[in-house]
């Protein structure tokens, strides 16, 4: 069966540093994967989306970036993180346009 | 692109009573619907969800109702229980891409 990883599942960030959050897929090929974020109390926002290694969409302009090195992993990073990243970041993935499961979630605070 | 309105914000049932969530698509090209459930400080879990060929679906106490000329799609939560209490997003894509819903938080008193 499939499973998805993701990590750190807490991170305490200052502002100005770098962020990487990794996640990653089991037990499937070519998955579509995405980063989203959910501010609190809020909804889910869609950040990056990738259909296959290499290949990234972004949907909101920001100090975020995302990569993916291998089939089944994908990577959301930041050079210099803002107070206004902190949120609950989430990755998922899904076969192709349904079935979308979510990874467990990383909890960033920027202070 | 896809943009998705939910309503109602917040809704408040006694035990045993149904709720319904309610939500609105502007792609008409959209063909899968999920909805998700996201308890406090969780991942949001998938707990129904429908495809464009099909106008209802059901699973127990919940079930989901299509209506693509109106494009519009409904959540129904029967016989509500304590534990049904959470935040419910419902989504839409006919791409690559999720988009989703601003939530629903649920509340089910006993």
């Known amino acids: 069966s499939q499973t998805i990883h993701q990590w750190p599942a807490t991170l305490v960030q200052p502002v100005g540093s770098p962020l990487s959050l990794e996640c990653t897929v089991e037990g499937t090929s070519n998955p579509n994967l995405y980063w989203y974020r959910q501010a609190a109390g809020r909804g889910l926002q869609l950040l990056f989306y990738?259909?296959?290694?290499?290949?990234i969409s972004s949907e909101v302009p920001q100090n975020l970036s995302a990569s993916r090195p291998q089939d089944r992993q994908f990577i959301l990073s930041s050079k210099k993180l803002l107070l206004s990243d902190s949120g609950f970041y989430l990755c998922a993935w899904s076969p192709r346009n349904y079935g979308y499961t979510f990874g467990s979630g990383t909890r960033l605070t920027v202070v | 692109g896809e943009n998705v309105e939910q309503h109602p914000s917040t809704l408040s049932v006694q035990e045993g009573d149904s709720a319904v969530i309610k939500c609105t698509y502007s792609?008409?090209?959209?063909?899968?619907f999920p909805w998700y459930k996201q308890e406090l400080g969780k991942r949001p879990q998938l707990i129904i969800d429908?495809?464009?060929?099909?106008g209802e679906k059901k699973d127990q106490r919940i079930a989901v109702t299509l209506n693509k000329t109106a494009k519009h799609f409904s959540l129904h939560i029967t016989e509500t229980q304590p534990e049904d209490s959470a935040v419910y997003f419902c989504?839409?894509?006919?791409?690559?891409?999720?988009?989703f819903g601003t939530g629903t938080r649920l509340q089910v008193f006993p």
């Open positions: 990738s259909v296959g290694i290499g290949q």
């Open positions: 429908i495809r464009s060929n099909v």
């Open positions: 989504a839409a894509t006919n791409t690559d891409k999720l988009i």
């Open positions: 792609d008409s090209a959209s063909n899968y």
